[in-house]
């Protein structure tokens, strides 16, 4: 199912309105997959029938979108996780450089323990999210409980991800091979936001 969704976000005649249902649909079975990464706890209770060990999750993650692309995600994490707090991380491209500025934090408070779901649906070279978690991590955050989640992700990108943040996990629906000279992950899906957000 990932996969024939990811084909629809990547063909440039799909849609918005489309586009937007398919990103949906996809950030929702990303999320629901979303409970490796929480821990759990056994309890007993009892059905209208009898006694049974369930499992129930024990913290809810704080998600974090990076402005704008990962505001797509929120809405499909938000159905599985509707108490989370939720913070805000603006960061776009300079056009001719394609470095990552920063232009906007909005962070919920953060401990040792919390759990961050980093929402970011295309890795490009990595330094968008990498900015992203070293901020987290200056507000506190442990980088083994930061999850990255990702639609596409190109390999050097995600390559420059593993090599400066060790500890960190992610979650990403498939790595394509290249990055273009003006760092659109080819073969891709063009530019995610301009797609979702009619732009
Ligand atoms: N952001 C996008 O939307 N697309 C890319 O290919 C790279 C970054």
């Not at 084909?7 to 979303?34: P, V």
């Not at 108490?83 to 920063?102: H, M, N, S, V, W």
């Not at 323990?113 to 955050?141: H, V």
């Not at 420059?160 to 273009?180: A, C, E, G, M």
């Amino acid at each position: 199912m990932k996969n024939s969704l990811l084909s629809t976000l990547r063909n440039k005649e799909t849609s918005c309105e489309l586009f937007r249902q398919t990103a949906h649909q996809l950030g929702s079975i990303m999320a629901s997959e979303s409970d490796s990464f929480l821990s759990k706890k056994k309890s007993s209770i009892e059905t209208p029938l009898a006694k049974t060990e369930v499992e129930n999750i024990e913290t809810s993650p704080t998600l974090v979108p990076i402005l704008r692309s990962g505001t797509a995600l929120l809405p499909s994490f938000l159905f599985f996780y509707p108490k989370a707090p939720i913070g805000f991380i603006g960061i776009r491209r300079e056009e001719k450089t394609a470095k990552p500025l920063l232009y906007y934090t909005n962070l919920p408070i953060i401990h040792k323990e919390s759990l961050i779901f980093l929402l970011d649906p295309m890795l490009a070279t990595g330094q968008s999210a990498s900015l992203a978690i070293d901020l987290l991590k200056e507000q506190g955050a442990l980088e083994k409980n930061i999850v990255l989640f990702s639609i596409l992700a190109a390999n050097i990108g995600f390559q420059f991800i593993q090599q400066k943040h060790p500890s960190i996990r992610t979650s990403i629906v498939h790595i394509d091979p290249d990055l273009n000279s003006d760092k659109w992950i080819v073969p891709g899906l063009g530019d995610f936001g301009d797609r979702y957000f009619k732009t």
